[in-house]
């Protein structure tokens, strides 16, 4: 095939290097030369005065094609006998093509053969100086057979000058030499890989691999945390290659004491901050892994943590819990901390919105008992996912972008929640017994968090959830809502999401967000509603606003009627007085009241009554009769039916009440 060009005007518009070298008519051969080379194949190129003739050897470059496609099949089959019956005789017909000089140099030495792979890669060179694969297989020979560093750095470096952007060739020398065992060498060449292409999961493995071998644990994470973020598919060897590592490494750092000195720091700052001490405690019983206890909704003069030893990593935890206390302290600098209030009112709109939910578990067999316990875990659980769920997405964005020594401990652990969260929402017998939209709602949240894993550290469990299409798409526009806020938030917007994520899901009509200063203000504490109590115990001055609300209203809700309010409310006192004393001392007020009752205990307006172990205390006579009871319920209930005290029920629901911290 030939291709006739006059060399006028209209040429140089199309070639123009022609026009900018001066008019040198070799720059135009080159320029037409590269413009039609196919593949491996050059073709002619010749100028006659004012013609320029390029000729194209069609078949012969059908043929070598096809026998050079054939060469490369049979090498990736390690048939390389075969392939050198095709390759010779083309090098013979074409002795000028480098790249068939480069393959052959490859075969030789993957057969054995250094030294004639050697000149095969010279011939490669010579024929072509810029053939890069040709150089990097030079430097590997030199390194690897030779063990000749110093000369193969020379061919990798004359490759890198030739093409200084190909991130892949130069991760390809940085593995290279990794594998030879010269570590500080490979990772040289890595980091220039890694400058040039940030995106290549390869790279970041590599130098997780390096800095592991260093002995450097927390660089080696962070870049196997890189290289599962930059990999497209979750199936494909890297991949997983990386997360294994990652979790190993994250395992080996948790067992140092970094995250226990990290957590103190952090702690100290924040007793400084609130000017109150914060204690810290085991408890396996907590419902979540760690749980922070504020000083001012337990009347104390400390803050508390409780953590769950048997979780993992648990000083991340334990940090997590502080952070709360960090966002609320901020919000209350600016007056604006909110509580999240879910108290029995609120549940006894959930049990009734879930009536029929309920019916059909009694159809199905279940017991009051178990129906019970289970409508009470899902109203809890609900809510504290309905308040926490956004929190702790600025709480774990703050930790990962403030705490990177942490982050070892903060992937082991949420990998762990995540995963749990997973299972309670696709349980074949969760998703049979739950509520469609506590259901929903549930996973959609547990999604949001999903999200910001895969964000935070590459790990996507999303298509584990067996989520619907819409469900994926409510916990995107979430997610992107957090975004919005978190680019420039400020003290206390965190309650706005919560707030707007309760609407969203349809559950804002089982908790609200109240503001601190008006809640501590006006108290609806249980110490409050006692005081009230103790003032009109007959409810002849009934405050509207708030007796009512507390007490008649959600006693009534509950089938109370025939109940005697005051005693409830007196019983709970009563169960917070005796909860942290031993049987024996509550044995001994038992007995002294006993001594009282024996002249009688009048409920009579103004008529008060002490007892000599409670001491700084008056009591009124319901207050009395709660203690009574209570008191012979926790020390001697083989004798209480003997007291002829019939407050069982008050008692169940004062226990009730009691146990949910109202």
Same mark, same amino acid.
């Given at each position: 095939m030939r291709i006739v060009h006059y060399i006028d005007d209209f040429l140089l518009e199309l070639f123009p290097k022609y026009l900018k070298s001066n008019k040198d008519i070799e720059i135009l051969k080159e320029e037409l030369t590269d413009y039609y080379t196919f593949g491996l194949y050059k073709p002619t190129v010749t100028v006659d005065n004012d013609w320029a003739i390029i000729d194209i050897d069609i078949p012969t470059i059908f043929e070598q094609e096809q026998n050079f496609s054939k060469v490369v099949s049979l090498c990736e089959k390690k048939k390389f006998t075969d392939a050198k019956k095709v390759l010779i005789p083309l090098i013979e017909k074409n002795p000028t093509n480098s790249e068939y000089h480069?393959?052959?140099?490859?075969?030789?030495?993957?057969?054995?053969?250094?030294?004639?792979?050697?000149?095969?890669?010279?011939?490669?060179?010579? @024929?072509?100086?810029?053939?890069?694969?040709?150089?990097?297989?030079?430097?590997?020979?030199?390194?690897?057979?030779?063990?000749?560093?110093?000369?193969?750095?020379?061919?990798?470096?004359?490759?890198?000058?030739?093409?200084?952007?190909?991130?892949?060739?130069?991760?390809?020398?940085?593995?290279?030499?990794?594998?030879?065992?010269?570590?500080?060498?490979?990772?040289?060449?890595?980091?220039k890989a890694y400058l040039i292409n940030p995106n290549y999961p390869n790279t970041s493995y590599g130098l997780s691999f390096a800095y592991e071998n260093l002995g450097n644990k927390q660089i080696a994470f962070e870049y196997a945390i890189k290289s599962m973020k930059v990999s497209t598919n979750a199936l494909d060897g890297m991949y997983r290659s990386a997360y294994a590592s990652a979790l190993k490494l994250a395992e080996e750092i948790s067992k140092s004491k970094k995250g226990a000195e990290i957590f103190n720091e952090f702690r100290t700052h924040l007793e400084n901050k609130t000017g109150k001490q914060i204690k810290v405690i085991k408890d396996e019983t907590i419902p979540t892994a760690a749980k922070m206890e504020f000083a001012e909704n337990y009347s104390r003069d400390y803050h508390l943590i409780k953590y769950n030893p048997t979780y993992?990593?648990?000083?991340?935890? /334990? /940090?997590?819990?502080?952070?709360?206390?960090?966002?609320?302290?901020?919000?209350?600098?600016?007056?604006?901390? /909110?509580?999240?209030?879910?108290?029995?009112?609120?549940?006894?709109?959930?049990?009734?919105?879930?009536?029929?939910?309920?019916?059909?578990?009694?159809?199905?067999?279940?017991?009051?008992?178990?129906?019970?316990?289970?409508?009470?875990?899902?109203?809890?659980?609900?809510?504290?996912?309905?308040?926490?769920?956004?929190?702790?997405? $600025?709480?774990?964005? $703050?930790?990962?972008?403030?705490?990177?020594?942490?982050?070892? !401990?903060? $992937?082991?652990?949420?990998?762990?929640?995540?995963?749990?969260?997973?299972?309670a929402v696709t349980d074949k017998l969760a998703e049979k017994l739950t509520p469609k939209d506590v259901l929903n709602a549930s996973k959609i949240l547990n999604l949001v968090n999903a999200i910001q894993f895969k964000d935070l550290f590459g790990i996507d469990l999303i298509k584990q959830f067996n989520a619907l299409p819409g469900e994926i798409k409510e916990a995107n526009r979430m997610w992107e809502e957090f975004l919005e806020y978190r680019k420039d938030r400020k003290p206390g917007e965190e309650y706005e999401i919560v707030k707007h994520w309760g609407e969203d899901l349809k559950m804002n009509e089982y908790f609200e967000l109240v503001d601190e200063d008006d809640y501590r203000n006006h108290p609806r504490t249980v110490e409050a509603v006692l005081q009230s109590i103790e003032d009109d115990p007959f409810g002849l001055e009934v405050d509207k606003n708030f007796k009512e609300k507390e007490m008649k209203k959600f006693l009534e809700?509950?089938?109370?009627?025939?109940?005697?309010?005051?005693?409830? @409310? $007196? /019983?709970?006192?009563?169960?917070?007085?005796?909860?942290?004393?031993?049987?024996?001392?509550?044995?001994?007020?038992?007995?002294?009241?006993?001594?009282?009752?024996?002249?009688?205990?009048?409920?009579?307006?103004?008529?008060?009554?002490?007892?000599?172990?409670?001491?700084?205390?008056?009591?009124?006579?319901?207050?009395?009769?709660?203690?009574?009871?209570?008191? @012979?319920?926790?020390?001697?209930?083989?004798?209480?039916?003997?007291?002829?005290?019939?407050?069982?029920?008050? !008692?169940?629901?004062?226990?009730?009440?009691?146990?949910?911290?109202?």
């Open positions: 480069r393959i052959l140099g490859q075969i030789l030495s993957d057969e054995g053969d250094q030294e004639e792979a050697i000149n095969s890669l010279i011939d490669a060179l010579k @024929w072509n100086p810029k053939n890069g694969y040709a150089l990097i297989m030079m430097g590997n020979i030199f390194a690897k057979f030779k063990d000749d560093i110093e000369t193969a750095l020379k061919y990798y470096n004359q490759a890198l000058k030739i093409k200084p952007d190909d991130h892949i060739a130069v991760n390809n020398i940085g593995a290279n030499l990794l594998q030879l065992g010269k570590i500080s060498e490979g990772i040289e060449y890595l980091k993992p990593a648990v000083e991340h935890l /334990m /940090m997590h819990e502080l952070v709360h206390l960090e966002l609320a302290t901020e919000a209350r600098e600016e007056n604006c901390n /909110m509580l999240f209030i879910a108290g029995n009112e609120k549940k006894v709109r959930f049990i009734k919105d879930h009536e029929k939910d309920l019916n059909k578990l009694n159809k199905e067999g279940y017991s009051d008992t178990v129906i019970a316990n289970f409508i009470t875990s899902l109203y809890e659980g609900i809510n504290r996912q309905l308040f926490n769920a956004p929190v702790d997405l $600025f709480i774990e964005d $703050f930790l990962f972008v403030n705490y990177p020594e942490l982050q070892p !401990y903060q $992937f082991i652990s949420l990998n762990k929640l995540i995963n749990e969260g997973k299972t809700t509950q089938n109370t009627i025939g109940t005697n309010q005051a005693i409830i @409310w $007196f /019983m709970i006192d009563a169960l917070k007085y005796f909860e942290n004393l031993s049987t024996d001392k509550i044995k001994k007020i038992a007995f002294e009241i006993a001594m009282i009752g024996t002249q009688g205990i009048s409920p009579e307006p103004g008529k008060t009554y002490k007892v000599g172990s409670i001491p700084g205390k008056d009591f009124s006579g319901y207050h009395l009769l709660a203690y009574y009871y209570v008191s @012979w319920k926790l020390a001697i209930p083989e004798m209480l039916e003997a007291l002829k005290l019939t407050y069982d029920a008050e !008692y169940n629901l004062a226990e009730q009440m009691f146990k949910s911290n109202l």
